[in-house]
């Protein structure tokens, strides 16, 4: 039997922290060059696909994490588990707040 | 290679007993604590720890001492007790000594004295590196804090905002004094971190999972994290304010292409942060207390561990709330508020698993449970002011006022003072012949929590009725009087609490290696097992989160000797490393024991920066190498040779001996990397920064060095990259060459280097100058951030061919070279991408985007 990799082990527990920050940082960086180069809408429509595409990603990796679950083969491993789903569920609240905040308020101003 | 298939045929004893004749001498012999005054050179974790928390109490005191002379200048209108000039450099000292001076190092003071304890580790991975640390901090501390006897402390705020800040302004001595001594500080702490990092990850009992270890042990992980992450920023922060103010390089200056703004950017992102890495190690505390004080296991445990990493993670996302009447945009304000927000639900996650775990055992009223009943409504107190002040329209009126100071003494006075008490109080009897006196620590608890309360509840109403912070005096028509004088009274009431605590300390806790009080709380973890110099006598195999709550006799079988490690196996101090999820046995490592070199390389240190501060420039220069050449003498016997594999007891035999990604040195430096990493990324941050502010100074093509004149560099940054790989493969042969690997790795090493100042040559050529704009001085600070790195890098290299030729590094003695690889490996790559950066950036721009 091959032990996982432990560091990729535990990052794969982050991943729902790791989109958070990924997403945070690109909305926020994303305003100012999108107010520096087009006026209209862009930033907005930019907020909205990422935020899509940052819960979609959460879900599907926890929905395979819930899968994995029932055969996690040893109580520690079903703790790592269970962890990175709340994970997942805190950071996909955390994304919707933040991109739920940012469609609604005016940019550039 | 793995032993971990013998494990299913151990049962709780995993050595024969009674033990040998003479193995418990043997190892008492190696663990022997120096005598005399000689115990300034110990590195043992447990008394290191003692020195560390005792000195950060002592900074707390003397903090407290300026809050005091605050609360008496304020506490009537138009008072003179202090000048203006002197209260601003006192209450910037306040909150610098309160937040670099004690909150950090005392948590992270904590992590030292309890984890290996904790941990059923003997000490820490590096306990050198630790006691370094120490030193460090208590030289450059105490300097620090006594520029305030010359009149030459800083005083522009503890965040320090330029342009107040800036050499225009602040043109003493003082604002030099904190970006050189916290800047230095600052690097103490993340040794520490490293270390608490490497220790709660590697170094745990068997059977520990990651699913059992203790909550105290999670806090400090990600506490270390946070660190490691954190930190950076400011210190970035500091070296270009720091340039700025020596050499004019403007990158603060709006009106030569700087903005202030960047600092308050990169300071923030490590301040916000900062406040929860003061947090958490606290809510590890009062974790740990509550269970023992309830007498069941913590409710909630997984979901604990959740909040910590999610607060881990969401705290970097809010810096900009500290920036919300800067002018930035509504849009970005409202990213920032709303992830103020989301940090609210992981803390609220943990006071209410507290809450139950409350609920459902008895709570014994001892000193601790009440320091923790006192946290928990101080600091849910401050939590509710926080998020009313992270909603921007109320931050707009209650910004730089009384109501701010009120806020973040709840939170950080509720959030980490009083969980320290109560951890002082709690854990005393582990280290201590006689535990605290509940007499006195409830008339102190009383004292603090009454004074407490009196001296800032009435600030939030100071500060709504307008009370501006940092002012030295107010005209009594303001109706603010009457609340400045209870607030000041009870200031007073607070101090006479704490001195009653300290009383209690005095009369009542002595430090005793080997007959500590011990569990007088029937606490579960594993601390509370007896401890000596050496730690626990034997390490006993972990299959639950509360061990001694379901060993019965535990602690009678790990004292006899009856688990693992019972002695010293290979004659010397060591401890078992495990793996970092499962916590099973990889090998045993060897650890140093005491020594001056440590000393010296932090009294070094200390020298360099302090007095370059003052521009002692020799006697700078001489510090730093009395300083170097101590870190050779310390790390040349830090790499002994394999002792073969030794048998830990329960049939399990071990290597002592690993190199490469699996060991605790290659994690070290992964970690080292990462700070490393960090630091570049806010260099990268502040670059952009400036670009998007003030883009037009970005020169065209023109004005760039040419294209071509990066390729000597990148040359050079191959052929060291070739000469690391040509010298990996050479230590693969049975016959070395010593002197031909010596050759290849300070060749290597120097081309490298000399990469770093062939870009910087070009610059200069084309006319770049750092005084100039921001742009240039971005172009030159990028310079010393490479020079940095490539400097590690020489150094190590250097260090390794002397090893080399000495016969100290070979095929199977390599863990020198596997370090100075991943290092080596991260700075060609960070050389390599600043060149893209500095050449291809500007050229990209250019391209015609408007600006
Ligand atoms: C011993 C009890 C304490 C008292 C009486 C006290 C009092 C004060 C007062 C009156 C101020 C406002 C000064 C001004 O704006 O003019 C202040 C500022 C501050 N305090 Fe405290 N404090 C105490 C403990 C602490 C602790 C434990 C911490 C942190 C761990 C802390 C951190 C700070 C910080 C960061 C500031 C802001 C300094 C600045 O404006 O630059 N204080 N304190
Ligand atoms: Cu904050």
Known sequence: MTKPEPVARLLRMLFGPLVWAAHFLLVYAAESVFCRLLDGPGHSIFVITATAIALAMVLLRSSAAMRLKPAASSDHEGFLLRVEMSLSALAGLGILYVGTVGALLPACR | MTPIRERATLDAAAATLPRPEGELDKLEAAWKLPRGWRILSAVNNTVVGQFYIATAFLFFIFAGILGLLIRLQLAVPGNDFLPQETYNQIFTMHGTVMMFLFAVPAVEAAGVLLLPQMLGARDLPFPRLGAFAFWAYLIGGTVFFCTLFFGTAPSGGWFMYPPLTGAQFSPGVGADWWLLGIGFIEISAIAGAIEIIVGVLRTRAPGMT????????????????????????????????????????PFFIAARGGDPLLWQHLFWFFGHPEVYIIFLPAAGMVSMIVPAMTGVPLVGYRLIVVALIAVGFFSFGLWVHHMFTTGIPTRSLGFFSAASMAVAIPSGIQVFAWI?????????????????????????????????????????????????IAHLHYVLFGGMV????????????????????????????????????????????????????????YPAERGWDWLNMVSTLGSFILAAGILVFVFNIVRHFRPSGSKPAGDIWGAGSLEWLPNHTYGLRSVPRIDSREPLWEQPGLAREVDAGAHYLPGTATGTRETIVTSPIEGEPEYVMRLSGPGWAHVVAAAGTAGFFLLLTVKLVVPAALCAVAAIVAMVVWMWDCDPPSAGEVDIGGGLRLPTYASGPNSHGWWAVAILAMVAGALYLSFIFSYLYL?????????????????????????????????????????????????????????????????????????????????????????????????????A????????????????????????F???????????????????????????????LPS
């Open chain 2, 818 to 848: 596997d370090n100075l690889a991943l290092l080596w490996a991260y700075a060609l790559a960070q050389m390599l991408f600043g060149l893209a950066l500095t050449h291809g950036f500007p050229r990209l721009v250019a391209e015609g």
């Open chain 2, 691 to 791: 670009w998007v502010v003030s883009p037009t100074q970005w020169p065209g093509g023109a004005a760039l060095p040419p294209l071509a004149s990066t390729m000597l560099p990148v040359a050079a940054l191959l052929a060291s990259g070739a000469a690391l790989f040509a010298a990996a493969r050479l230590l693969r042969r049975e016959r070395l060459p010593r002197i031909g690997l010596a050759a290849l790795l300070a060749l290597g090493a120097l081309l490298a280097a000399a990469a770093v100042g062939l870009d910087l040559w070009a610059q200069w050529q084309a006319g770049v100058r750092p005084q100039a704009n921001g742009y240039g001085a971005l172009v030159y600070g990028h310079g010393v951030l490479q020079v940095q790195i490539v400097s």
């Open chain 2, 793 to 816: 890098v020489v150094a190590v290299g250097l260090f390794a061919a002397a090893r080399s030729l000495a016969g100290r590094l070979t095929a199977a003695r390599r863990a020198v």
């Open chain 2, 356 to 404: 139950a775990t409350i609920a459902t055992g008895r709570l014994r009223a001892t000193v601790p449970a009440l320091f923790v009943i006192g946290f928990l409504l101080i600091f849910t107190l401050g939590g509710l002011t926080g998020v009313m002040v992270a909603l921007v329209p109320f931050d707009r009126q209650a910004h730089d006022s009384y109501f701010v």
């Open chain 2, 210 to 249: 990651l699913a059992r270890m203790p909550i105290f042990a999670w806090s400090m992980l990600i506490f270390a994290f946070m660190i490691v992450f954190a930190f950076p920023a400011v210190i970035l922060a500091t070296i270009l304010l720091e340039l700025e103010r020596a050499f004019d390089w």
């Open chain 2, 418 to 473: 009083f969980p320290l008490l109560a951890a002082i109080t709690y854990w005393a009897p582990a280290f201590s012949r006689r535990p605290l006196s509940e007499r006195l620590g409830r008339w102190a608890f009383g004292l603090i929590f009454a004074g407490f309360n009196i001296a800032f509840l009435p600030m939030h109403l100071t500060g709504l009725l307008g009370m501006p912070r940092r002012v030295y005096t």
